[in-house]
């Protein structure tokens, strides 16, 4: 596709399209002019072909010559084009002429002959395939562009084959002609003057018998389908006296290249069977502990035994949520080198499948530019064959600064591109790869190295100048808005009212690297915004970047990343490939999730920004089952799994038998007839179907019949009706969406597509569909990624998780408490709008292919806000204890000790199992536990009551963030402190524990010793709340151990309050209260 380096802007609903040329003195061209040329021989306009391409003559100088002169200077002139003297080749559609037959490239068998009008013209023949074809969307076939004089020879190939009679030999058209398949047309001649063109081939191979959907092709396909099978079982052990290489050519090689491209790695069974004992051990003992707690309530404390058993039940089901999807824990392997072995041989164009890559970006102040070109600029340089990946990136602000970044990162990616693949760096982000303390001699010994890498980073440095420059332009927005170079103003100046936009920078326009190879394609996509529409964020974004890229390159796979997640290990792509490229179990699988790993946290990683245990255990576990669920970012999809298409169907093998009793068995015997009866039943009514075809095939050839109502036409009529209304009104989209393996349509105009792939982006093109309901990523939550995930497990797809050795993707995370309280905020919002939504997995999905393990991970994922209620009413339980004395157990007895330190080791001895078998650290364990507690009394209340606010009372409410202070120095964003309402809820939970244990402490010196006994388990009850919220404490310190002004405040309100109740409790005065005499004084 060339656009010349032009910005491409327009808008479907309003009829605009213009090329935006930012170095032609704002000159504006429609694209009718790029095929407005008239022909030098006639001067008559050089008409579009069926596929809306101007019609090219001479592939040498594309002199200008309509069709018209190009037959009648082959048929009648010298056969040469006028310019270059170069002679003119057959193109399709055109008839032969003397000369034309060492031309072997053109396989064009319905118009290489002319045969004048004798016979039944073609016409007749082709009339209901265009009709099918133009109703369908697809591109004309070449046999719409045929001379309405020409015919369809008879395919004898020079013989008779006397098995056929004369009058039923015919051309069976593949299901890519014309929808389905379903017609033949009857073909003869009758004219035995002319003679067909003997072909050199056997009569054997005849398609009316042999050809393509006959029984006997069929046959011969299972045929050879079952040798390769047989092949994929056979080793190759070094030292067999009976192994034979055999006559295979390729056999050498099927020891690795033939062999699966991974492999499940089970977990060990001296770690994965104890930790599964442990499991059904804990659970005897909840049932033990709640039998106990139950029976024996406190009956001078009802209400807060009562609230503490309720909230005990709530937890307990939360931890089965999300226990049992950890039952069958696996990792994962992958061949690489097996990987080329079977998809890159040597002298061959590699058979690795394209990937379309996708990178979102909304605001570019605060997603800064030079952090999304290094992400543009590791996926550029991925070690993947150049002409199979394309970029598309999304601006979903349309702002001119994430424009001119892009342009220049494609300026850059000239040099950086080969560098990196010259000498096989890793990691190809240029900012982590420089700044990195790391030797970079390591396995380097080319001698020009050093000294390239020392010029590469000073063009690097000149790179970060120029972007920082744009950033600082464009802290201030001029009046009038942005204007381009050529003066055109900016079509994205307001950012909720601009038409769609599409600049192709790298791939098709001509331009390569420094070192003149190919660089891969990069495209800027910014869809089309207008007021009174729903654009549903992220979600609308990533769908119309689906529909570009299935229009331009439509490539059966797609890496989804966001603008802070760079491309870590440049073999991502290949390890994911290992999975869907794999020819026994790829076909299932919808998404390869890679774990997210993070940049620039610090050593403690204090709020648990790495989600480790939930990234290296979690996720473990979902991938023994159905699958991980998808995390946003770091996962490559197959196209068709988006498109909402059900999984493929496994074929049933056959049921095991009773082979322990004979054939006359009684309790199987009838099982075995029935089955039987059902196979035999199953078959007939197959060879029944498949026989019909062929009768209602001879009955039209003999008949001669082609009608233009019938009822496959009818049928290719509502399957395209039916197609529009699922995917859109675009017949280029629709085309490709029906192409499983990719691809796009033959001689597509650059003018056709560019048109299509702005009406694509267009703000009303999902309207009346199944976008963002069963198609692409799904609406109705911020958190679409499990929406997504959790729309195609219910269709019957899986999911594989893959760990490389090397991170396969990076980012950046928020390191300051009132940021991650925010992230969290969000994902809990998401995940309680799809609790109240028709897609809560609760009572959705039911029948489609989702299993029950994986289903309870779906429910834990939208259930664990709720959380968030008897969790801050159970830490608030110890300080209600301690001010009034009262406790939510009984005088515990000896059993009832027995079964609180059982439940104790279990939950520690559960924890320790997981960390081993999932290789997390000790550190790591403990802060998710203390930051489950942090945001759950925070976070996930707030997200909680925002949801019901927002999806009952249809209030948005947003929490914004107020940066306070700042430090500077490494981790500097680490001390920041930002006030938000969200630190409200911990904070006072922390100052009443405190309070509760300094007024439980004073009570027991007051009162002596008995009363120290009762006191031990309020005391650890309000400590185990106030060490898990102790992370929190630290942030509010900041890193001069200061507390900020707002937290003195609050906490001066707060003991104002508690100062009323410590009058209620009263510690220092005897239990007996005080003893009143009379003094005999008269006080009056």
């Known amino acids: ?26 000159r504006i061209r429609s694209v009718q002019e790029l095929s407005g040329q008239t022909c030098q021989i006639c001067r008559d306009e050089i008409e579009l072909t069926v596929d809306g391409e101007p019609f090219v003559a001479c592939n040498e100088c594309a002199f200008p010559v309509c069709r018209p002169c190009y037959e009648y200077e082959r048929r009648e002139g010298n056969q040469a084009c006028p310019q270059c003297k170069t002679r003119f080749k057959r193109l399709k559609g055109s008839p032969r002429v003397e000369g034309d037959e060492e031309e072997d490239d053109i396989d064009d068998l319905d118009n290489e002959f002319e045969y004048g009008n004798n016979g039944i013209g073609f016409d007749q023949v082709s009339e209901g395939m265009s009709i099918s074809r133009r109703n369908s969307g697809f591109p004309q076939s070449d046999l719409d562009s045929a001379p309405p004089g020409s015919q369809i020879p008879l395919l004898t190939y020079g013989d008779e084959d006397v098995e056929i009679s004369s009058d039923r030999h015919a051309l069976i058209v593949p299901p890519s002609l014309g929808g389905h398949g379903n017609r033949v047309h009857p073909v003869s001649l009758s004219d035995p003057t002319v003679a067909a063109h003997p072909r050199p081939m056997v009569p054997q191979k005849d398609l009316a018998v042999y050809g393509y959907g006959s029984v006997a092709w069929k046959d011969r396909m299972e045929e050879w389908k079952r040798k390769q099978n047989e092949k994929l079982q056979v080793v190759r052990h070094e030292g067999d006296p009976d192994f034979e290489d055999g006559d295979d050519a390729d056999f050498p090689m099927m020891d690795e290249g033939r062999q699966p491209l991974s492999r499940k790695i089970p977990i060990k069974s001296s770690k994965i069977n104890p930790y599964r004992m442990l499991i059904v051990l804990r659970l005897v003992i909840l049932g033990l502990f709640f039998h106990y707690r139950i029976l024996h309530p406190v009956k001078d404390a009802y209400a807060l035994w009562l609230i503490s058993v309720i909230c005990e039940i709530w937890f307990a089901v939360s931890w089965v949520l999300d226990q049992f999807p950890k039952w069958y824990p696996i990792e994962r392997e992958t061949y690489l080198d097996r990987l080329s072995l079977r998809y890159e041989k040597e002298g061959k164009p590699s058979g690795l499948s394209p990937v379309d890559v996708f990178v979102s970006t909304v605001d570019p102040l605060k997603e800064p530019p030079l952090i999304t ?55 190809r982000a240029p900012e982590w790869y420089f700044c990195h303390k790391m030797d970079y001699l390591k396995n380097k010994v080319h001698p020009a190295f050093v000294r390239e890498r020392r010029a590469m980073k000073r063009d690097y440095e000149e790179f970060k100048v120029k972007i920082n420059a744009l950033v600082a332009t464009a802290q201030k927005v001029p009046e009038d808005g942005w204007t381009m170079q050529d003066g055109t103003p900016w079509p994205g100046n307001s950012v909720r009212d601009h038409p769609g936009m599409i600049q192709v920078f790298l791939g098709s326009d001509g331009v390569r690297d420094v070192e003149n190879n190919e660089l891969p394609r990069l495209v800027y996509v910014s869809r089309e915004k207008r007021p009174g529409f729903d654009h549903h964020k992220k979600a609308g974004a990533m769908n119309s970047l689906i529909r570009v890229s299935g229009v331009l390159s439509n490539a059966p796979y797609l890496l989804n990343v966001d603008c802070d997640h760079y491309i870590n290990n440049s073999k991502a792509l290949r390890e994911a490939m290992c999975f869907m490229m794999d020819p026994q179990s790829g076909k299932k699988i919808c998404y390869v999730q890679f774990p997210q790993r993070f940049d620039g946290i610090d050593r403690h990683d204090r709020y648990s920004n790495r989600n480790v245990v939930f990234f290296d255990i979690n996720m473990k576990g979902l991938d023994g089952l159905q699958g991980p669920i998808y995390v946003g970012t770091g996962c490559v999809f197959r196209r068709q799994a988006l498109y909402g298409f059900d999984a493929p169907k496994k074929k049933k093998g056959p049921r095991k038998t009773c082979n322990c009793w004979p054939k006359w068995c009684l309790l199987c015997f009838g099982s075995r007839k029935n089955r039987k009866a059902k196979t035999v039943a199953a078959d007939k009514k197959k060879k029944n179907r498949e026989a019909s075809k062929q009768i209602h095939a001879l009955e039209n050839i003999e008949e001669g019949r082609v009608t233009k109502g019938s009822n496959v036409e009818q049928s290719t009529e509502a399957m395209q009706m039916k197609l529009e209304k699922k995917f859109g009104q675009s017949p280029v989209f629709v085309a490709s969406a029906r192409m499983e393996n990719g691809g796009m349509a033959r001689n597509a105009s650059p003018a056709c597509l560019l048109k299509e792939a702005i009406q694509v982006i267009s703000c009303g093109y999902e309207d009346k569909t199944e976008w963002g309901k069963e198609i692409g990523w799904i609406y109705g939550s911020v958190t679409e990624d499990i929406l997504t995930g959790f729309k195609m497990h219910s269709h019957g797809w899986r999911s594989v998780y893959c760990t490389p050795k090397l991170a396969a993707f990076k980012g950046s995370a928020p390191i300051n408490l009132s940021d991650r309280l925010h992230q969290v905020l969000r994902w809990a919002l998401g995940s309680v709008e799809i609790f109240l939504s028709r897609h809560c997995p609760i009572w959705y999905g039911y029948g489609g292919g989702l299993k029950w393990l994986e289903r309870l991970s779906y429910i834990n994922s939208v259930v664990y806000p709720w959380t968030s209620l008897p969790l801050i009413v159970y830490c608030s339980l110890p300080a209600i204890c301690l001010l009034t004395g009262k406790f939510i157990v009984p005088e515990i007895s000896n059993y009832a000790s027995i079964l609180f330190m059982a439940l104790f080791s279990s939950i520690a001895i559960t924890g320790i199992l997981e960390m081993q078998w999932g290789k997390v650290g000790i550190d790591d364990w403990w802060r998710n536990e203390q930051f489950w507690v942090i945001g759950g009394v925070s976070a996930h209340l707030f997200a909680l009551f925002q949801g019901l606010l927002k999806v009952l009372a249809g209030v948005d409410t947003n929490f914004t963030v107020t940066s306070k202070a700042a430090d500077d120095g490494e981790f500097s964003d680490l001390y920041l402190f930002k006030w938000t309402s969200l630190l409200i809820p911990p904070m006072t939970l922390l100052i009443i524990n405190v309070i509760g244990v300094i007024v439980g402490v004073s009570d027991a010196i007051s009162n002596g010793y008995d009363s120290w006994g009762p006191l031990f388990g309020r005391l650890f009850f309000a400590l185990w709340v106030i060490i898990h919220l102790y992370p929190f404490l630290k942030g509010l310190l900041g890193k001069q151990d200061r507390m900020p002004t707002i937290i003195v405040v609050w906490s001066i309100l707060l003991a104002s309050i508690l100062t009323l109740l410590w009058v209620r409790v009263n510690p220092f005065v005897a239990k007996g209260g005080p003893i009143l005499e009379i003094c005999g004084l008269d006080c009056l």
């Open 1 to 26: 596709m060339n656009t010349g380096g032009r910005l491409i802007a327009g808008s479907h609903n309003r009829n605009e399209f213009v090329l935006i040329n930012a170095d032609e003195n704002a």
């Open 373 to 427: 070109a290094n992400t543009v600029l590791s996926i550029l340089a991925v070690d993947y064959p150049v002409d199979k990946v394309a970029c598309y990136v999304s601006d979903d602000g349309a702002a001119m600064l994430t424009f001119e970044a892009l342009s220049e990162t494609a300026e850059f990616a000239r040099k950086w591109v080969p560098f990196c693949k010259k000498y096989c760096i890793e990691p």
